[in-house]
T-cell receptor
Framework: NAGVTQTPKFQVLKTGQSMTLQCAQDMNHNSMYWYRQDPGMGLRLIYYSASEGTTDKGEVPNGYNVSRLNKREFSLRLESAAPSQTSVYFC??????????FGEGSRLTVL | QQPVQSPQAVILREGEDAVINCSSSKALYSVHWYRQKHGEAPVFLMILLKGGEQKGHEKISASFNEKKQQSSLYLTASQLSYSGTYFCGTANNTDKLIFGTGTRLQVFP
């Protein structure tokens, strides 16, 4: 059972480079999320998708874009990475307001 | 707006009890509780829904006061495996789950 799969698990970027974090779930969940986690800040919601084709901003959306192309996949794109985006990124999925299932996380460092 | 958790940190001996509180300035539809071990993803513990429906996990329980927009997580007879950071997540009726800043719990033998 794969659950929620995130790629890549580790990435180092230079300031100004772009990249996409991929997330896929095989549980037929309608809701998907992207969070970032920084020391002392907890988990902060970047973007949320309630269903295929819909997305909504979370607490910290600036500098990010997302795509929900189908029910399984929800990608997060950094168009021009900045050092402030150094963080651990978690993708999660759920059925409506139910339990969130998290991926293992993607550790991003921006130099 | 992030829910506020208290205390920020708790240190316990095995067998002791602890309470972690979570409060929001907004009306709540549901409250989630998760535990995260260092270097791992958060793991679901419990969800409490408006109207009193509650689900549990292991020996940990929780309450949800809708009028005060508060929830409390009760850990009784703590075990070493309870160590970690606990997060509450709150949602109104839009399904967006917003997490608090966490409470770090350390249990010693």
């Amino acid at each position: 059972n794969a659950g929620v799969t995130q790629t890549p698990k580790f990435q180092v970027l230079k300031t100004g480079q772009s990249m996409t974090l991929q997330c896929a779930q095989d549980m037929n969940h309608n809701s998907m999320y992207w969070y970032r986690q920084d020391p002392g800040m907890g988990l902060r919601l970047i973007y949320y998708s309630a269903s295929e084709g819909t997305t909504d901003k979370g607490e910290v959306p600036n500098g990010y874009n997302v795509s929900r192309l189908n029910k399984r996949e929800f990608s997060l794109r950094l168009e021009s990475a900045a050092p402030s985006q150094t963080s651990v990124y978690f993708c999660a999925s759920s059925v409506g307001t139910g339990e969130l299932f998290f991926g293992e996380g993607s550790r991003l460092t921006v130099l | 707006q992030q829910p506020v958790q208290s205390p920020q940190a708790v240190i316990l001996r095995e067998g002791e009890d602890a309470v972690i509180n979570c409060s929001s300035s907004k009306a709540l539809y549901s409250v989630h509780w998760y535990r995260q071990k260092h270097g791992e993803a958060p793991v679901f513990l419990m969800i409490l829904l408006k109207g009193g429906e509650q689900k549990g996990h292991e020996k940990i329980s929780a309450s949800f006061n809708e009028k005060k927009q508060q929830s409390s997580l009760y850990l009784t007879a703590s075990q070493l495996s309870y160590s970690g950071t606990y997060f509450c997540g709150t949602a109104n009726n839009t399904d967006k789950l917003i997490f608090g800043t966490g409470t770090r719990l350390q249990v010693f033998p």
